[in-house]
């Protein structure tokens, strides 16, 4: 049943994405050929001429183009908070919540499919960019600063980076879920004591960092502080911690919000 709450949730947000992503990379295209960076000439007769219909084409692909990835990384966030409170917290959980599906699997599918947009949003404004910056020999480019960035991180590192950056998302999604699900044990103003509840696990996450930095001091950040090397082992221990760190919250938000919606839910 997981698979088709996925498949659903897919379905339902990908007609909102899609759109915005091919305008991106349209704009891209459009950018790259009436080249809105192009420097004007700095004489009185090149400035007067610069004011014509293409320098406007320009201007305005140019501002429309970096307007429509504010809009791409604005909409992820809105649309993330907004599926999860329409269909489980308002009229729709009523029957979203009579199908034979766990509550946790609701949770889980709004998080992935949350995650799935993250993740496309970032590689398609890269994308976007590489399109933009019109780089001669691209794959060859690309691969020479992967094998750059390998030969000066080292595999573990590599690797550990993409990982932090994914459960530090999660972790922020699974923060706004358990928010929503507190704000709504509130029979008034739900979504200022969501907030309230946002802030408050917030405070929260910052006492565990702030034990965990005074915990690790001499283990981590000392040597770490003090070391001559470009890439100190030392740093593959923090970030591995912060892994740790991430996974430990966004487990607990999880944990929460899923006794909440399944024990606690009043959607009176």
């Keep these: 049943m997981l698979g088709k709450l996925l498949k659903y949730e897919t379905k339902a947000t990908a007609r909102l994405f899609l759109p915005i992503y091919i305008a991106i990379l349209l704009l891209a295209f459009v950018n790259r050929l009436v080249n809105p960076f192009e420097r ?7 400035t007067i001429e610069g004011f014509n219909l293409l ?10 183009y970096f307007g429509l990835i504010v809009a791409a990384v604005a909409m992820t966030l ?17 029957l979203m919540f009579t ?13 992935l499919v949350s995650m799935l947009w993250v993740i496309s949003s970032f590689l398609v404004i890269i994308c976007s960019i590489l399109i933009l910056v019109n780089v001669d020999n691209l ?13 000066f991180l080292g595999d573990n590192l590599l690797v550990l980076f993409p990982v932090l950056a994914l459960i530090a998302s999660a972790y922020f999604i699974l923060t706004v879920y358990n928010a929503l699900a507190i704000g709504h044990l509130f ?11 946002y802030m408050a696990i917030y405070f929260v996450s910052q006492i565990v960092f702030a034990i965990f930095l005074f915990a690790t001091a001499n283990w981590i950040f000392v040597p770490l ?10 740093l ?19 944990l929460v919000a899923n006794f909440i919606l399944n024990k606690k839910l009043n959607l009176e």
Excluded at 40 to 46: D, E, H, K, P
Excluded at 228 to 233: E, G, I, N, S
């Design 187 to 197: 029979a008034k103003n739900k979504i200022i004591a969501s907030f309230g509840a």
């Design 139 to 151: 794959f060859g480019e690309l691969s020479r600063i992967i094998s750059s960035a390998r030969d």
């Design 55 to 64: 320098n406007i084409i320009r201007a305005f692909s140019g501002f429309l």
């Design 225 to 234: 502080s003090q070391s001559t090397v470009a890439v100190p082992p030392q």
């Design 99 to 111: 199908l034979p599906v766990e509550t946790w699997q609701h949770i889980i599918s709004k998080l």
């Design 236 to 254: 593959i221990k923090l970030i591995g911690s912060l892994i740790f760190l991430y996974l430990l919250l966004g487990v607990g938000n999880f």
């Design 78 to 94: 809105i649309i993330m908070i907004q599926r999860f409170y329409k269909n489980l917290l308002s009229d729709e959980g009523y």
């Design 40 to 46: 004007v000439g700095n004489t009185l007769t090149s």
